[in-house]
């Protein structure tokens, strides 16, 4: 069965850095990749989408990458700032068959 | 422009009772997924729905567990004889079409069973 790691340790930063998330899959050849926002007691957030056929996505601060050979996408978040603090999860899919990781909390520092 | 809205956002049952789970999607969206996810754990698939019909249930356990999603109404997630293991936030999530569009989260309904 497909599985999907996003590492399972809090990512502590300082604000204005650069922060960078990892998905990396197995088992699974998704037509799309997507990343949400989740904070404490809510549902996720939808934040970008990137399909199997593109290699790079931006908007505003997000800028997310999807290399199918090496099954992994990339996740950044530039000029980060303390409001960026959250889980951040990575979901694959086909139509609409939405599989998710388990998430990275991300700690941005003031 | 109300979201996707869930209630309750807790509920308390004792092993043994039932728990309906409700949801009503963003407007214009027919398609409904239910979500399960433990604390630390990520989202699990339960079931997809469309209006009146159940699409994929690949994830949702064979036995207690059921979902409907009628031509009126909200979409329901029934579990019956409720056991501890079944404590966890349940989230359901709606789109307005089949073609990879993102999913709307509501934010939950937490279950304890005690």
């Known amino acids: 069965s497909q599985k999907i790691e996003q590492n399972s340790e809090a990512l502590n930063i300082q604000e204005g850095k650069t922060a960078t998330l990892t998905c990396n899959y197995t088992?699974?050849?998704?037509?799309?990749l997507q990343w949400y926002r989740q904070d404490p007691g809510r549902g996720p957030v939808f934040l970008l989408l990137?399909?199997?056929?593109?290699k790079e996505k931006r908007k505003e601060r997000l800028k997310v990458t999807f290399d199918t050979t090496l099954k992994q996408s990339l996740f950044h978040i530039t000029a980060s700032q303390p409001a960026d603090s959250a889980t951040y999860l990575c979901?694959?899919?086909?139509?609409?068959?939405?599989?998710f990781g388990s998430g990275t909390k991300l700690n941005v520092k003031p | 422009n109300a979201g996707v809205m869930q209630n309750p956002r807790h509920l308390v049952r004792r092993r043994g009772q039932e728990a309906r789970l409700r949801c009503s999607p963003m407007?214009?969206?027919?398609?409904v997924y239910w979500y399960r996810q433990l604390p630390e754990e990520g989202l699990k698939f339960m079931v997809y729905?469309?209006?009146?019909?159940?699409?994929?249930e690949s994830g949702m356990p064979k036995e207690r567990f059921s979902a409907e999603f009628p031509k009126e109404g909200p979409s329901i997630l029934r579990i019956q004889q409720v056991v501890r293991g079944d404590s966890a936030a349940y989230f359901c999530?709606?789109?307005?079409?089949?073609?990879?569009?993102?999913?709307?989260f509501g934010n939950g309904t937490r279950l304890t069973v005690t």
């Open positions: 999530a709606s789109s307005p079409s089949r073609d990879n569009s993102p999913l709307h």
């Open positions: 088992n699974y050849s998704p037509a799309y």
């Open positions: 407007k214009g969206h027919s398609h």
């Open positions: 979901a694959l899919g086909n139509f609409n068959k939405f599989y």
């Open positions: 729905l469309q209006k009146e019909n159940i699409i994929d």
């Open positions: 990137i399909r199997e056929n593109e």
